[in-house]
């Protein structure tokens, strides 16, 4: 809903009330907003679920996962849904107490303190930055396949840029129209999926339903749990984004109430897409083994061409490539929000820069630009070396499990310290064994995406996830003893836990 309400309607007067109230709450904050409130409900949860993008997640890991694990790796999306359901439980709590933009750094600044917090959001950041470094040179090929280029290293990073300029223009656009492009993407892939999976599973249907408790094999002589531990990334990998929702807080009317019930959407709806998408691809493959033997490698494409022919394909291939555009602007609104806040909180070299705003458009512009051009550098480094790019991007998955678990975390932290959730959303006397539920669920997670399973290549390479995650962190640590801007900033912090509560000021 906009200022231009019709004057007099139960709808302006819903509308004043909620912007007013928001204004209040988030001046007792300690801030004042410079972003309009013009991202609706459905606007909102359509920006968290194609961040999550099952199309996105699927179409990327299917072949991996089924050649780890067989057709039973599609248990995985249920498992890790009910796991990152309950972090998004407790993240809940933590948004309508803050409904500050940026999320996972204000959320750490309020239920930890300064130095947590920048730890906290450089490693989420990193992560997102380089998330959409990924997420763009994947869409490379299926752009460069719609306009018939040569599959190459150099059409992939032209395609992939083409991808990044699109989002990063729609960004700088504004949020309502953000808001109306996250919409239609969301409409796009829900239809897209459901059309792709109806059709496959009423015209092109090879196996039943059995065939998902059907290993193939994939265990060799030993227990299957390794097999299904490695397929699992699949349903690890796809869901995040819900935390998307309450990056843009400021940008909600009546956050509190709103942005919990996106998160939980998210999940629900995404994770019921994601897994019906797999499911319509488990079952219109006609040689699974085939695919785990490694014959078929790219058992989605050909499903889809023997489906829908090559003109099909090509309508099929769009869906999936405004799917991957809507995940790109959805991770670059995310990511300019964060880097947002740390400039709104003096926190970061540059600040003066991220926090200037645009005042017709009411975004972040350099802030923006930031989320543009640092994966628009990693895209152009994979003409130098694609090894190093997938060693950039090994860290994308786990850093952002990492930032979630660390204000999972602090979280516990804080209400062992005496912290009651107190906005318009909390889960009562379930808060405490929900979060000790979530932090269990992340680190086996976080285990589980960095275990060393490739014995045959360079130790390095084995390690790299782990590697990957110590040299950010290490780089964070010397940044904050070298230039510990932090210590500058007075914006509030630890003022979840009572009786550590710092003098708190209005500020832009």
């Given at each position: 809903m906009t200022d231009t309400t019709p004057a007099g309607s139960q709808a302006e007067d819903d509308y004043l009330h909620h912007r007013?109230?928001?204004a209040h709450h988030l001046a007792n904050l300690g801030y004042q907003s410079e972003f309009k409130r013009e991202m609706s409900p459905w606007a909102n949860f359509s920006l968290g679920f194609t961040y999550l993008s099952p199309v996105v997640g699927i179409y990327s890991l299917f072949a991996v996962s089924l050649m780890a694990g067989g057709p039973p790796?599609?248990?995985?999306?249920?498992?890790v849904g009910l796991g990152q359901l309950l972090v998004a439980l407790v993240f809940s709590e933590v948004v309508a107490q803050f409904p500050v933009a940026g999320g996972v750094y204000p959320w750490a600044r309020r239920l930890w303190g300064r130095k947590y917090a920048w730890m906290t959001g450089w490693v989420y950041f990193v992560a997102l930055l380089t998330t959409i470094a990924s997420v763009t040179y994947g869409a490379g090929p299926y752009l460069a396949t719609m306009l018939e280029f040569e599959s190459t290293v150099n059409t992939t990073i032209l395609c992939a840029l083409g991808v990044l300029a699109v989002a990063t223009i729609v960004n700088l656009l504004g949020t309502k129209v953000l808001a109306t492009v996250a919409m239609f993407g969301f409409a796009a892939?829900?239809?897209?999926?459901?059309?792709?999976?109806?059709?496959?599973?009423?015209?092109?249907?090879?196996?039943?339903?059995g065939v998902l408790f059907d290993t193939f094999g994939t265990e060799g002589d030993g227990s299957y749990l390794p097999a299904f531990a490695a397929a699992a990334l699949l349903g690890v990998y796809q869901y995040y984004g819900f935390e998307a929702c309450g990056d843009v807080a400021e940008e909600v009317p009546d956050p509190g109430r709103i942005i919990p019930k996106a998160m939980r959407r998210t999940i629900y709806i995404g994770g019921a897409a994601a897994t019906f998408v797999c499911l319509s691809l488990i079952l219109s493959i006609s040689d699974i083994g085939a695919v785990i033997s490694g014959e078929n490698p790219d058992p989605v494409g050909a499903v889809l061409t023997d489906a829908f022919g090559s003109f099909g394909s090509k309508i099929v291939l769009a869906v999936v490539l405004i799917s991957f555009l809507s995940c790109a602007m959805s991770l670059q609104a995310a990511a300019s929000r964060l880097a947002y806040s740390y400039g709104r909180d003096d926190m970061i070299i540059g600040s003066a820069l991220l926090k200037k705003f645009s005042a017709a458009r009411h975004v972040p512009p350099y802030a923006l630009l930031v989320a543009a051009i640092v994966p628009a550098v990693i895209v152009i480094g994979s003409k130098v070396s694609e090894d190093a790019l997938v060693k950039i991007i090994s860290f994308a998955a786990f850093g952002i499990y990492l930032g979630f678990q660390m204000v999972v975390l602090a979280a516990l932290r804080a209400r062992l310290k005496g912290w009651v959730p107190s906005g318009k959303y909390t889960l009562g006397q379930w808060g405490l064994p929900v979060n000790i539920?979530?932090?269990?669920?992340?680190?086996?997670?976080m285990i589980n995406m960095a275990w060393p399973r490739t014995p045959d290549v360079p130790w390095y390479d084995n390690w790299i996830v782990w590697i990957s995650a110590a040299i950010v962190v290490g780089f964070g640590l010397v940044y904050m003893a070298v230039h510990p801007t932090y210590g500058r900033s007075?914006?509030?912090?630890?003022d979840a836990i009572p009786g550590d509560r710092p003098t708190v000021g209005a500020r832009r």
């Open positions: 007013d109230a928001d790796m599609i248990w995985s999306l249920v498992i892939e829900l239809i897209g999926a459901l059309v792709v999976g109806v059709w496959l599973l009423v015209s092109h249907r090879e196996q039943s339903l539920a979530a932090l269990a669920y992340g680190v086996i997670a007075e914006a509030p912090y630890s």
